[in-house]
């Protein structure tokens, strides 16, 4: 045989890990029971003894097996199904369900989400917070919205700690009378603004507009879909929640003494803007969240947006090199320069903006272009501890970032001589 070019230039192939991808932060959750499917009750196997179903002492029928679908597909229970549209998720789904509802809401925005993702309830779950901790074991999914039939006041109140344990918004639209009330104390607006948990985001309708249309009483979901818009990677995409237009919600004309309520609550409320006779559409007002730290919801978003990506960045360079980033200068700055670029595609997207900050070590008043200061020196590698280097562990990161936020409202002063 002749001789190998294999002995004169050998290739060695060096695979490379494709490392962790960004979160989507379009998907949701919706959590359904088995009445809400489409279904034949005769193909649903029941618990029957001498003829007679049995039932529980709740009164409701014991299941055999797992829910059908109306063209007999089994659709477990702690299981969930992704839907790209309302005529799918119809196929399943009454029209009249609530989670019908919810998609109907989801999937009006413009641009549309692309999927919606629907995790059918166990009875033998006891609270709303044992069934959506089972789903983000499952599944990751960003929002998380319920049938208002379950949001209870005590059960919106536990899920308002879950949601900021979690990291996941959970979206609720009420439409108490009592939040109206400036002197309401009690109403589930109120408590959940004493509570000040950043992910919990509420907003208000009349009782009016849900009686005509079912699925007003899901207009916080509208508000979710339309931060589909938020593209991390793009240019100037960052929205504000405030003064979106929802395509399908008509909107509430409440009295002063109601709007200036829900503003006290950080209650999200949807009207149209009228000046000297002149109507402007149905828009998003008071886009809050019950955050302690007087934060908007596109605040609480796009954080969440900021730390996962920085989290994605920082894992793939310290694990996808192959070989090893060392614990030197050479290699910490390495990780500074990833974290670098991550900011810096945060200003391109509109998360961060340009602002001034008080330097602590001089005290002095400084300006960063590009809405944030890396605090951090890759000679600070240098600084650890014998005990810290075994650890393998870089030096903490320290990073100010500056939102660019959004105007909202503008003041303006005219001097007439």
Request: proline share 4%; hydrophobic share 40%; glycine share 6%.
């Amino acid at each position: 045989m002749a001789y190998s070019v294999d002995n004169i230039i050998p290739v060695n192939i060096i695979l490379t890990a494709t490392g962790l991808g960004y979160a989507d932060f379009s998907s949701a959750f919706v959590f359904a029971d088995a009445a809400d499917l489409l279904s034949d009750p005769s193909k649903t196997p029941l618990l029957a003894e001498n003829g007679k179903k049995l039932k529980t002492k709740a009164d409701k029928v014991l299941v055999l097996e797992s829910p059908m679908t109306l063209r007999g597909e089994a659709f477990p229970f702690d299981s969930w199904r992704d839907y790209s549209g309302v005529t799918e998720l119809g196929a399943d789904f009454s029209t009249d369900s609530d989670v019908y509802l919810i998609a109907t809401r989801y999937f009006a925005q413009i641009p549309r989400p692309a999927t919606l993702s629907v995790w059918m309830k166990n009875p033998d779950d006891q609270s709303l917070v044992a069934t959506a901790s089972k789903a983000d074991e499952e599944a990751w999914r960003y929002h998380y919205f319920f049938k208002n039939a379950d949001m209870l006041t005590e059960a919106v109140i536990a899920l308002s700690d879950w949601s900021d344990a979690t990291s996941h918004p959970v979206w609720f639209t009420t439409s108490e009378e009592a939040a109206l009330d400036p002197m309401s104390k009690s109403d589930v607006l109120s408590r959940l603004k004493a509570k000040g948990n950043r992910h919990m985001f509420a907003g208000w309708r009349a009782q009016d507009a849900i009686d005509e249309d079912p699925s007003q009483a899901y207009s916080m979901v509208q508000v979710a879909a339309a931060f589909n818009k938020f593209r991390p990677n793009g240019l100037n995409t960052a929205i504000t929640a405030e003064y979106q237009i929802l395509p399908g919600i008509d909107g509430d004309e409440l009295k002063t003494s109601g709007y200036n309520a829900l503003k006290a609550k950080k209650g999200v409320f949807f009207t149209p803007v009228e000046l000297a006779g002149e109507m402007d559409s149905c828009r998003v007002i008071n886009s809050q969240s019950m955050s302690s730290y007087g934060e908007f919801i596109d605040d609480v978003i796009n954080l969440d947006v900021l730390k996962n990506h920085l989290q994605v960045d920082g894992y793939n360079y310290i694990a996808n090199v192959g070989t090893k980033r060392p614990l030197t200068p050479k290699g910490y700055e390495g990780l500074l320069n990833v974290v670098t670029n991550t900011l810096k595609r945060f200003y391109n997207n509109g998360v961060l903006g340009q602002g001034s900050f008080i330097d602590e070590a001089t005290g002095d008043e400084k300006t960063t272009n590009f809405g944030f200061v890396i605090l951090s020196k890759a000679e600070d590698v240098l600084k650890l501890s014998s005990a810290q280097r075994k650890k393998r562990e870089f030096p903490p990161t320290s990073i100010l970032v500056i939102l660019a936020r959004a105007g909202h409202v503008a003041e303006m002063n005219v001097t007439v001589e």
